[in-house]
């Protein structure tokens, strides 16, 4: 086996291992939309509601644990619309509290039936005819854009940097990029004319390193990911923006899941 083809096989299983984790995206088993007024929600202990800045839960005799102790009066969390939520703990189960425009709670249940049940995310091999080099073009301020959701009704605001441009067969395409999660990095949300074929019709994503000095970035569709909505009815992912669309088919990275098969 190749260094190359190595490299993306241990990437490949590293991305597997998480997406199995007892408490990951795997392992939703509900989503429940915040009301103004307390209730309770299904199988979900404690009382839950919202007003336009936060979400609240009233334990109401309930044992809940939020940053590791204990919630035994009304908690408060203000989060960031279309950020990372926080989790309250409910025995082996975690209740994922989250914005994307009102607010959600999801539970993460470590005995779900999809989890259970994985075994692995189907991929085209690996191949270096799908690693590019593009270039990066900043924005002269970096520019909130607002793109669509899969749950219709809903979008997400996320932070554009710049462009990215590459040629594939002597073809230019631009790219709009969002922040990656690496520092400096890059995320791009894509379709391409795999998609709804072999690949995740609503969309996939790329992560891009930091761009080196003279402004080149490494486009590895290799690893062109599957979004949570891939896997599960109970994720908001985001749509990509205007203009995300490759008009050939990317051969590369993960397919539709055997979830969605």
């Known amino acids: 086996m190749s260094t190359f083809t190595q490299d993306w096989q241990d990437w490949k299983t590293r991305r597997e291992t998480d997406l199995a984790a007892p408490h990951g995206w795997l392992a939703l088993v509900s989503l429940d939309w915040l009301g103004e007024q307390p209730r309770e929600y299904p199988g979900i202990p404690g009382r839950w509601w919202q007003d336009e800045t936060a979400a609240y839960v009233d334990p109401a005799g ?60 189907p991929a085209y091999e690996p191949s270096p005819d799908w690693v590019l080099t593009g270039r990066f073009e900043p924005f002269d301020t970096p520019r909130p854009t607002t793109v669509g959701a899969v749950v219709e009704g809903l979008s997400h605001v996320y932070t554009a940097p710049g462009l990215i441009h590459f040629t594939r067969d002597g073809v230019a395409h631009t790219l709009t990029a969002f922040n990656g999660k690496e520092s400096g990095g890059f ?28 402004g080149t970035v490494t486009l590895d569709f290799n690893r062109a990911l599957n979004l949570p909505c891939a896997f599960t009815d109970f994720a908001t992912c985001p749509l990509p923006p205007a203009g995300n669309h490759l008009p050939f088919p990317v051969a590369a990275g993960e397919k539709t899941p055997h979830e969605r098969g």
Do not use: C, Q
């Open 62 to 121: 309930a044992s809940l644990e939020h940053d590791g102790a204990p919630l035994t009066e009304v908690r408060r969390f203000e989060l960031v619309n279309s950020g990372a939520g926080t989790r309250v703990l409910a025995g082996d189960v975690e209740i994922e509290v989250a914005r994307r425009s009102g607010y959600l709670i999801r539970v993460h249940d470590p005995k779900a039936e999809v989890l259970r049940a994985f075994h692995g995310v």
């Open 187 to 214: 995320n791009i949300l894509f379709t391409d004319e795999t998609s709804g074929v072999t690949t995740y019709a609503a969309n996939r994503s790329l992560p891009v390193g930091p761009p080196a000095p003279d």
